[in-house]
């Protein structure tokens, strides 16, 4: 099946502690997106990368870092500098071109500070 | 700038009945729009999208007007059913996808 995939669908961490959440992407998709979203609020932008082996800030960068070694993947580290990671995370991947312009989002992992 | 502005906040709808909800953008830069929906606990879905050389695209119950010279977009959803019932949000990309706010619609019996 194509599509986007995030793990661990739910993740407790502790306080002190770094947690990797997982995005893989077999849809060929050049860029790809993490989002954090807050209860009644919106997606916020935390990193993006356009193509592999590069990556930019987003607005909420803070606390967070990225890499992009395969352009099917795109792993988002919550460090222990996140004062409140507790939320639901979001990645999405899309194209860059004007003829493929969807963005598929993967059904969020939920991380809990414990 | 990258901002885009969502409304309203929330909005009750009656069986049958239209919802509207409007976006506002500043970067005219922006090259498509597109529309998400959300039920809770799940990523968004890709609901409808335009690209600014359009007015208006409509796929089945959902219609997205584009007013280019106001940068202003809205979706609306005709004949709305309870299984409407979600958070929407727009979107816009730049050299990145821009989300609004949201929109929680409920759509009552």
């Known amino acids: 099946d194509g599509g986007i995939t995030q793990s661990p669908k739910y993740l407790f961490r502790k306080e002190g502690q770094n947690v990797t959440l997982s995005c893989e992407q077999n849809?060929?998709?050049?860029?790809m997106y993490w989002y954090r979203q807050d209860p009644g609020q919106g997606l916020r932008l935390i990193y993006y990368s356009q193509i592999v082996n590069d990556f930019q800030k987003g607005d909420i960068a803070e606390g967070y870092s990225v890499s992009r070694e395969k352009k099917e993947s795109f792993p988002l580290t919550v460090t222990s500098a996140q004062k409140n990671p507790t939320a639901f995370y979001l990645c999405a991947s899309g194209g860059t071109g004007w003829a493929n312009t969807e963005a598929f989002f993967g059904q969020g992992t939920r991380l809990t500070v414990v | 700038q990258q901002q885009v502005k969502q409304s309203p906040q929330s909005l009750i709808v009656q069986k049958g009945g239209i919802s509207i909800i409007n976006c506002a953008y500043e970067n005219t830069a922006f090259d498509y729009f597109p529309w998400y929906q959300q039920f809770p606990g799940k990523g968004p879905a890709l609901l409808i999208a335009?690209?600014?050389?359009?007015s208006e695209k409509k796929e089945g119950r959902f219609t997205i007007s584009f007013n280019k010279s106001a940068k202003q977009f809205s979706l609306h959803i005709m004949d709305s059913q309870p299984g409407d019932s979600a958070t929407y949000f727009c979107a816009a990309r730049g050299n990145k996808l821009t989300f609004g706010t949201g929109t929680q619609l409920k759509v009552e019996l």
């Open positions: 335009i690209r600014p050389d359009v």
């Open positions: 849809l060929n998709h050049d860029a």
